[in-house]
Every structure is written in structure tokens, then in C-alpha cells.
Nanobody, 115 residues
Framework: QVQLVESGGGLVQAGGSLRLSCAAS????????MGWYRQAPEKGRELVAEITSGGSTRYSNSVNGRFTISRDNAKNTVYLQMNSLKPEDTAVYYCVVTTSGRNYWGQGTQVTVSS
């Protein structure tokens, strides 16, 4: 079975930084893309960033210029470097790995930004 384990969340002050990681175990074939979503209480799930198998990236307008997504294919790990954090970034962050057959989701990690 494929399992995605997230880490790196926590409580930081506005303007601070966090680095999220998502490590995949098990057999994953033909990865098309990896990404990060977030969901605040009573809000819908929002796509934050994604990276394709070729290494191209894209970001939501709300995080563009502040967040950076990267991956280590040898370790089956995707990262999200978050700088200049704002209180509105507070949410549970979920990683996702997309293959030609299905999507795999992490368990979520809480990010809280205080003012």
C-alpha cells in the first residue's frame, strides 16, 4: 500500500517560515505531478502549489512569490517552503501525488500563523 506521511507544520508568527515535507512509501508508478492543498475550518480545499514530473511549477495567486514547491524523486518526497507567512495562511495542509491511475493523499499537517 502507498502511504504519504506529512511533517513540518506548527505555530509561527506572521513573517516567519516553515518547511513542509511529504514522504511517500510503497510502490508508486508513473507520477504525473505532486502538489499541496490546504483547507481552513468551514472552507473548501484550495490548491496551493503543484510540480509536474518535468519539474515545472505553478502556484495560487495568494501564495505566489512566498511559497516554493520542490521534490526529491530518489526519496519520493515533496516539499513546500513557506516564507513570509500570513495569518490567512492558517489551515491544514495536504500533499497529493497524482499518477496515471489514481491520486494519493497525505494525512494533513496543521499550520497556524499568529499575528
Amino acid at each position: 500500500q502507498v502511504q504519504l506521511v506529512e511533517s513540518g507544520g506548527g505555530l509561527v508568527q506572521a513573517g516567519g517560515s516553515l518547511r513542509l515535507s511529504c514522504a511517500a512509501s510503497g510502490s508508486i508508478f508513473r507520477i504525473n505531478a505532486m502538489g499541496w492543498y490546504r483547507q481552513a475550518p468551514e472552507k473548501g480545499r484550495e490548491l496551493v502549489a503543484e510540480i509536474t514530473s518535468g519539474g515545472s511549477t505553478r502556484y495560487s495567486n495568494s501564495v505566489n512569490g512566498r511559497f516554493t514547491i520542490s521534490r526529491d524523486n530518489a526519496k519520493n518526497t515533496v516539499y513546500l517552503q513557506m516564507n513570509s507567512l500570513k495569518p490567512e495562511d492558517t489551515a491544514v495542509y495536504y500533499c497529493v501525488v497524482t499518477t496515471s491511475g489514481r491520486n494519493y493523499w497525505g494525512q494533513g499537517t496543521q499550520v497556524t500563523v499568529s499575528s
